[in-house]
């Protein structure tokens, strides 16, 4: 099993940044695959980005050169910066890991990210 949890969501003002951190603990050796998720309300959950064991990474075109997805494998922690906030990135935002050695895809419970116009 894989627990995981986000935090740095928070209410901030169109133009400021925020980074959301999602930090896995149990049987992290199964995963090969962070990605962040977001919902917002009415809306179908989509993808964010994702950052692979390998280094490798990807980005919703919504957020490109605007978000920086980077990981501490040391600290089994993945990080979401978000800069240049719009209202459009209002959501919750949701960290997931999963691996193909990995029983299941996890989720965390999600961070509420508010940006006001």
């Known amino acids: 099993q894989v627990q995981l949890v986000e935090s740095g969501g928070g209410l901030v003002q169109a133009g400021g940044s925020l980074r959301l951190s999602c930090a896995a603990s149990?049987?992290?050796?199964?995963?090969?695959?962070t990605g962040w998720y977001r919902q917002a309300p009415g809306k179908e959950r989509e993808l964010v980005a994702v950052s692979t064991r390998g280094g490798s990474t990807y980005y919703v075109d919504s957020v490109k050169g605007r978000f920086t997805i980077s990981r501490d494998n040391a600290k089994n922690t993945v990080y979401l910066q978000m800069n240049i906030l719009k209202p459009e990135d209002t959501a919750v935002y949701y960290c997931?890991?999963?691996?193909?050695?990995?029983?299941?895809?996890?989720w965390g419970r999600g961070t509420q990210v508010t940006v006001s116009s």
């Open positions: 149990g049987d992290t050796i199964c995963i090969s695959r």
């Open positions: 997931n890991a999963e691996g193909n050695t990995c029983s299941t895809s996890y």
